[in-house]
């Protein structure tokens, strides 16, 4: 088990919500990386957040938003729900320098 | 989009048996990752190796990578029952505060005791 935790574990939100999730990054780790896996496939790069900004994004569309926290902690935000936006959100983070990324255990998202 | 393929999609062997996974890239890596999720969970960091570098060893892990071919093995010898999740190839593009990792499609290995 790594030390980045996710919040909620499971998530059910009608198409055209909002949802807010969360993320505790590796004590240490000072970037945060998202990311969203579709069932059966690999989990596609959202972006990622270093010092509290934006620092590299995936093909998302701007509704897909994201913040970090001082403490290095993050949320993801994803407006107007869209059915394909139901997956698996996985957070992983690293500290700067670092290659391998360490994951969350991810929050299920269905969208109904 | 998915940077690596991987091959097979699903793998069947018997305890004990060797499994060997491949993968395949299109576009020049930093390094070349190996990822297993065990039932639709979290992904844990297994092996990574630098485009530098041709082979890789952990355990029973063997991991080897041949840039001119764009491609990559995981070999994990002796397997157990509890080896079985999907395994999944990653690249990683550049490095420091600008830097991200593509996943391939995954193998999924299933061994039978």
């Known amino acids: 088990e790594t030390g980045v935790t996710q919040s909620p574990t499971h998530l059910i939100k009608t198409r055209g919500q909002q949802v807010t999730l969360r993320c505790s990054s590796q004590s240490g780790h000072n970037t945060v990386s998202w990311y969203q896996q579709a069932l059966g496939q690999g989990p596609q790069f959202i972006f990622q957040?270093?010092?509290?900004?934006?620092?590299g994004r995936g093909n998302f569309p701007p509704r897909f938003s994201g913040l970090q926290f001082p403490n290095y902690s993050s949320e993801l935000n994803v407006n107007a729900l869209e059915l394909d936006d139901s997956a698996l959100y996985l957070c992983a983070s690293r500290s700067l320098g670092g290659l391998e990324q360490y994951f969350g255990p991810g929050t299920r998202l269905t969208v109904t | 989009s998915q940077q690596g393929e991987e091959d097979p999609q699903a793998l069947s062997i018997q305890e004990g048996e060797n499994a060997t996974m491949n993968c395949s890239y299109k576009?020049?890596?930093?390094?070349l990752q190996w990822y297993r999720q065990n039932s639709g969970r979290g992904l844990v960091h297994l092996i990574l190796i630098r485009s530098n570098e041709r082979e890789k060893h952990s355990g029973r892990l063997r991991v080897t990578l041949d840039t001119s071919k764009k491609s990559s093995s995981l070999l994990i010898t002796a397997s157990r029952a509890a080896d079985t999740a999907s395994y999944f190839c990653a690249t990683g593009s550049r490095g420091g505060s600008n830097y991200k990792l593509t996943f391939g499609k995954g193998t999924l290995l299933t061994v039978n005791p």
């Open positions: 576009t020049s890596i930093n390094n």
């Open positions: 957040y270093y010092r509290e900004e934006e620092n």
